[in-house]
């Protein structure tokens, strides 16, 4: 099984991984920061809205179940792409959307998405995400990770074809 590598900022990062860890072919999901300057930050650093890290979520996943494009079309439909620096009650920085890419094919499929979206019509406002070469991930704190799970509230999950 080759297992690829993905990693998004949507807003907080709690939500983000809730509703990937849903996904058929989705591995692992690990939350945690990337983007940033200050080499292995808290989340009091990060908030401080300082390093210039987001609030990401790193997504293994098996390309033999489930396709990037489909990380993608998830990645789009579970916050505004529209609002710079915040998600709903959210706001910094670190809340920013944002795609981190791995590989040309990624950045290709990310940048494709983006356009099509754009052009779809369905948001009034320009789409603000950055789409941006990888760039260290550094994990959460261990009572960040799967927080929705371990709090009794577990995956969240999206309607829709998303195999």
């Keep these: 099984m080759a297992i690829e590598k993905a990693t998004f900022g949507a807003g907080c990062f709690w939500g983000v991984e809730a509703a990937f860890c849903r996904l058929n072919g989705v591995v692992s999901t690990t939350v945690g920061y990337s983007g940033g300057t200050l080499k292995d930050p808290s989340y009091a650093d990060v908030c401080s809205g300082r390093t210039g890290h987001a609030e990401v979520v790193e997504v293994l996943y098996d390309p033999a179940i489930t396709s990037y494009e489909n990380l993608l079309a998830l990645f789009w439909r579970i916050h505004d792409p529209t609002t710079l620096n915040r998600q709903g009650p959210d706001i910094g920085t670190q809340y920013r ?50 927080y929705f799970e371990r709090h009794g509230l577990g995956c969240v999950s999206f309607s829709g074809d998303m195999q």
């Design 97 to 146: 959307s944002v795609i981190f890419f791995y590989t040309p094919e990624q950045e290709a499929a990310a940048r494709a998405s983006k356009k099509e979206l754009s052009a779809s019509g369905q948001y009034l406002r320009p789409i603000v995400t950055e789409i941006v070469p990888s760039s260290p991930f550094y994990a959460a704190e261990d009572y960040h990770q799967h």
